[in-house]
């Protein structure tokens, strides 16, 4: 057995925060330690106390005066976009035509798959991400090169191969026969080996014809236990053509319903215009609303209604992500400085323990894995990330006047990005300070 003390300060949350006052959502060890024992978190709390129950031969890692918190986790991504990010297009439509798709078709091709594949996860270490839900592209070669990197890395990963029969270009398309075999194949070779875990994913209603929803619908009945994921309602006009091309269905939310695609672990990528009625059903069956800001100000899609959602009569559930590549940037830190501008603009306020709640615990429950992910309890799984207010100069300027762990939190949150992690640590082995030496 291998057995590591970290050392430092630890934040981990209880639960969701009630307001900035709520220190009962999380707790806060100004001197803590980890004790990580086989990959796993075996005993959390002040050091002293922790230290005296480690092996007396224990290796430690000193990382004061820095803060120490679970990884941060990102619940919806597109791994082969990472070279369309930063593409100027008007609109979602006009984007996925023009960039988005040409480069997907490229992941025919396994060597380039898996070339992307290492930087994806390059980056994902780098800034503090050690768990994400991703989609691949419609080939079985993406999907196989992504979680052959996530099983090289041990890391806890999500992602599917995209089911797509229509409106997209040739290069791009399968048909519902293959969309279930390729699947299923993926499920076969994938789930459950290492850390990984499969979704079926269809990209979204424009792209799937009824059949191929049918064949979706077989999947989840015959693999009840996996996540799903999916887009829904992000822009007006894919919203719009959704309606023509399912005009059998109350609205856009319930072509996926007819579908049997909602339930607590399924993912709908945006959600920024959901009727009442649509957040009802969302309710209703436990699904997961997935904010995605620094995406939805790219593409000028529309002001995620967090509040509204999260405090109604009947909640829906709510995760946050970077959208790479619609997304800016892969960082949670500046995705969550990017959501709390969205909330400024609709009246409301996201304060910094709800930003730190909502990348760790808050979306390990959306995963329905927070008794693996997202906190610092004994039995968790030792991914964890180390902050670094005072990481570049006009940090550390700011960072002098910084008196309470809430401006801590901000600071972090408004001004960082890859240069405030110090450390990323998967499975208990420091990761990024080891980027380009293997």
């Not at 934040?11 to 959502?25: C, K, Q, Y």
């Not at 279930?180 to 850390?195: C, L, N, Q, S």
């Not at 996996?226 to 023509?244: G, K, P």
């Not at 609205?251 to 996926?256: M, R």
Request: glycine share 6%; hydrophobic share 40%.
């Amino acid at each position: 057995m291998t057995s590591t003390l970290i050392r430092g300060r630890l934040l981990s949350f209880n639960r969701a925060p009630e307001d900035i006052d709520d220190s009962a959502a999380y707790t806060y060890e100004s001197d803590g330690g980890l004790l990580i024992e086989d990959g796993v978190i075996a005993a959390a709390g002040a050091y002293a106390a922790v230290k005296a129950t480690a092996p007396q031969d224990v290796a430690e890692v000193d990382h004061r005066p820095h803060l120490i918190m679970p990884g941060f986790i990102d619940t919806h991504l597109h791994f082969p976009q990472m070279q369309v990010m930063a593409s100027y297009a008007a609109d979602l439509l006009e984007w996925l035509n023009t960039y988005t798709f040409p480069e997907e078709c490229r992941f025919v091709e396994p060597a380039h798959a898996e070339r992307i594949a290492v930087h994806f996860f390059d980056e994902m270490i780098r800034h503090g991400t050690t768990t994400a839900t991703a989609y691949c592209s419609v080939h079985k070669t993406s999907a196989d090169a992504f979680f052959a990197e996530s099983l090289k890395r041990n890391m806890c990963m999500i992602a599917g191969k995209v089911m797509m029969d229509r409106n997209a270009p040739q290069g791009l398309l399968d048909t519902p026969e293959m969309s279930y075999d390729e699947t299923r194949a993926v499920i076969d070779d994938w789930h459950g080996k290492g850390r990984n875990h499969v979704a079926i994913t269809p990209r979204f209603a424009i792209t799937s014809t009824p059949e191929q929803m049918e064949v979706a619908q077989s999947l989840v009945r015959e693999f009840p236990h996996l996540h799903v994921q999916t887009h829904l309602s992000e822009n007006r006009d894919e919203i719009a053509f959704t309606s023509e091309l399912y005009p059998e269905a109350k609205d856009y939310t319930d072509v996926y319903a007819r579908y049997g695609l909602l339930g607590p672990k399924s993912l709908f990528g945006h959600c920024i215009h959901l009727s009442e009625r649509e957040a009802d059903a969302m309710s209703e069956t436990g699904s997961v609303a997935v904010f995605c800001p620094t995406s939805n100000l790219f593409l000028g899609s529309g002001l995620f209604p967090l509040r509204a959602l999260t405090r109604r009569q009947k909640p829906v559930r709510v995760s946050i992500a970077s959208d790479i590549g619609g997304g800016t940037s892969y960082s949670m830190l500046r995705t969550l400085d990017e959501a709390y501008k969205i909330l400024q603009l609709q009246g409301e306020r996201l304060n910094p323990f709800d930003s730190f709640h909502l990348m760790t615990r808050g979306n390990a429950e959306a995963l329905s894995l927070a008794d693996r992910l997202g906190t610092l309890e004994p039995g968790s799984d030792a991914d964890l990330v180390v902050l670094d207010m005072a990481a570049t100069p006009a940090m550390a300027l700011r960072a002098e006047v910084v008196n309470s762990l809430a401006d801590e939190l901000f600071l972090l949150q408004t001004m960082g990005d890859d240069r405030a992690i110090v450390e990323t640590y998967v499975a208990g082995k420091p990761c990024k300070s080891v980027l380009g030496m293997s």
